[in-house]
């Protein structure tokens, strides 16, 4: 029997930057799944990258974890070798020979140059080795993730408001704005649907998780906290409430 799916925290959504700067970019959710059979490690990790900001599905099964990557989109897997049901070799072969381009950060117990070499040759990104470093796994992250958007699109600008989520900044033409990670997040995925309304529901759903079950007023207060922050010191009226509906972020910023 396969290993159920965890759900860490739901989607937030990415905003473009600047390859120039080479910063990374894209509009799809910032998602992670992480394949990995030791529980208290996958667990740690998962909460680990949540409270920096990314969504993340977590399962222990190698074959749950080919069909969540096949059947989800993921910014990127992060998959262990040694799994039940199928190992993470094959799981990344089978992704790859199926044109599956979803960036693949092995980890395993194992050591030494052979296992390396394999495991990036069924199409890997990266590879570390277990016990690690959560900050080194962080920075492996961020640098596959660099490596995977070099060439995407600007930043997405909304007038003078601008939104990085890697760096997790906001900034007000040249001034940058200083969020908590919920604030941003709840920005972050205003800004991904700029112009259009969003419901209460999808915040919570996207910014907490789908089984959030405290106060949905909870919205409110980070609304009327980013109106507060990126809104009053410049005279700006960027958060609209559509009433009954949800919240408007203007795509002129405001």
Not at 138 to 151: E, P, S, T
Request: charged share 30%; aromatic share 6%.
């Amino acid at each position: 029997m396969t290993s159920p799916r965890l759900r860490v925290a739901a989607p937030l959504r990415r905003v473009p930057r600047s390859a120039a700067s080479g910063n990374l970019c894209d509009a799809e959710p910032m998602r992670l799944l992480i394949v990995e059979d030791e529980k208290r490690l996958a667990g740690a990790l998962a909460k680990g990258l949540a409270a920096e900001g990314f969504a993340v599905d977590m399962t222990h099964d190698g074959r749950e974890g080919l069909h969540l990557a096949t059947t989800q989109e993921y910014d990127l897997v992060i998959l262990d070798i040694m799994l039940p049901g199928m190992s993470g070799y094959r799981v990344c072969a089978h992704l790859r020979a199926a044109g599956n381009t979803t960036p693949i950060l092995m980890l395993t117990a194992k050591d030494g140059e052979l296992d390396e070499a394999e495991g990036l040759d069924t199409g890997a990104d990266d590879y570390l080795s277990k016990p690690f470093s959560y900050v080194v796994l962080l920075a492996r992250i961020r640098a596959v993730l660099r490596r995977r958007n070099r060439d995407g699109s600007p930043v997405v600008r909304l007038g003078d408001l601008a939104v990085d989520p890697h760096t997790r900044r906001c900034f007000r033409g040249e001034r940058e704005v200083t969020l908590t990670a919920k604030e941003f997040a709840v920005l972050e995925h205003l800004a991904a649907r700029a112009g259009q309304v969003v419901s209460k529901s999808e915040i919570i759903e996207h910014v907490w998780d789908f089984a959030f079950d405290g106060d949905p007023n909870i919205v409110e207060v980070y609304i009327s906290t980013l109106r507060r922050k990126i809104d009053a010191p410049f005279d700006r009226h960027s958060i609209a409430t559509v009433r009954g509906a949800g919240y408007r972020l203007a795509a002129d910023g405001g």
